[in-house]
């Protein structure tokens, strides 16, 4: 029996909700992914960031062929709060984003395709990348959710990993437009339309871990610290606190938060750092 210290919405309702046991889907060194029911969830251990899907413990992660049932007594799932931005805070939120663009170099070093946040190409197989990140990032400040939804299926799969780096970036586009689109600051129901698009595709182009993420940033949830950073930037706190919650941002996995805070900005602000095309 697992005992969970902390845990996400969704991994809470998947647990409650399935008629067997947790099965395992694909063992890393520091997190084990699960399918529960019908959704992917993830345990790993407590301390790290929590996430809708995520499930946390102090115990030792059990081995691949261990029986995986939890113990969510005591338990209130985790679940991210909805920013309610009105025009200002929309403005705050892209003057936030071109601050912290500015202080780039104090989150670190980027990785993925962050390096375009400095205007660097990134390394094969991520240099075919930038004319595509580029294209969703002009229909982003076009608000041509048509558009967008067609340049991001072009960046589907595009890397290596369980999340590939193209995934990351167009879920990090699709969360910056499901923020704006609940500001009415954009065609709400049309990005609705195009993320179903670009996820009908990603079910056949990615990994299912991947889709299934995907498919959470398109609803406007992610990691804590992306919610934390939105937070920070909408409210005009201090560039610091914006700082802090992207260098949290940016350590998830090899690249991919890096490569999320790229396409969140681009969403933002409609723009990658360099232009091309």
């Not at 998947?14 to 084990?32: D, Q, T, Y």
């Not at 969830?41 to 413990?57: E, K, N, Q, S, Y």
């Not at 081995?63 to 985790?78: A, I, K, S, V, Y």
Request: contains cysteine; aromatic residues 4%.
């Amino acid at each position: 029996m697992v005992r969970v210290t902390a845990i996400g919405c969704k991994a809470h309702a998947a647990l409650r909700a399935a008629a067997s046991p947790a099965r395992v889907l694909s063992a890393l060194s520091e997190s084990i992914y699960l399918t529960a029911g019908d959704e992917i969830v993830w345990l790993g251990r407590v301390g790290a960031l929590l996430h809708p899907r995520a499930i946390l413990t102090a115990s030792p992660l059990p081995g691949p062929d261990e029986p995986l049932r939890f113990d969510l007594d005591g338990t209130r799932p985790w679940k991210p709060s909805r920013l309610n931005l009105g025009g200002p805070g929309v403005h705050a939120l892209a003057g936030g984003c071109r601050a912290l663009l500015g202080a780039i170099e104090s989150v670190g070093a980027p990785d993925g395709l962050g390096t375009l946040l400095v205007g660097r190409i990134p390394p094969f197989p991520l240099d075919r990348a930038p004319e595509r990140a580029a294209a969703l990032a002009r229909a982003c400040g076009a608000d041509d959710a048509r558009a967008a939804a067609e340049a991001a299926r072009a960046l589907l799969g595009l890397g290596p990993g369980l999340t590939p780096s193209g995934d990351d970036y167009v879920g990090g586009a699709l969360f910056a437009r499901a923020v704006l689109g609940g500001a009415g600051a954009c065609d709400g129901a049309g990005w609705r339309r195009a993320a179903a698009a670009v996820l009908g595709r990603a079910r056949e182009a990615t990994h299912p871990i991947s889709a299934a993420l995907l498919g959470d940033l398109a609803d406007g949830e992610g990691h804590a610290p992306l919610h934390e950073l939105t937070t920070a930037l909408a409210s005009e706190a201090p560039l610091e606190a914006a700082v802090e919650a992207a260098r949290r941002l940016t350590r998830i996995g090899h690249s991919s938060g890096w490569d999320m805070l790229a396409g969140f900005t681009a969403g933002i602000l409609g723009e990658v750092a360099v232009q091309y095309g």
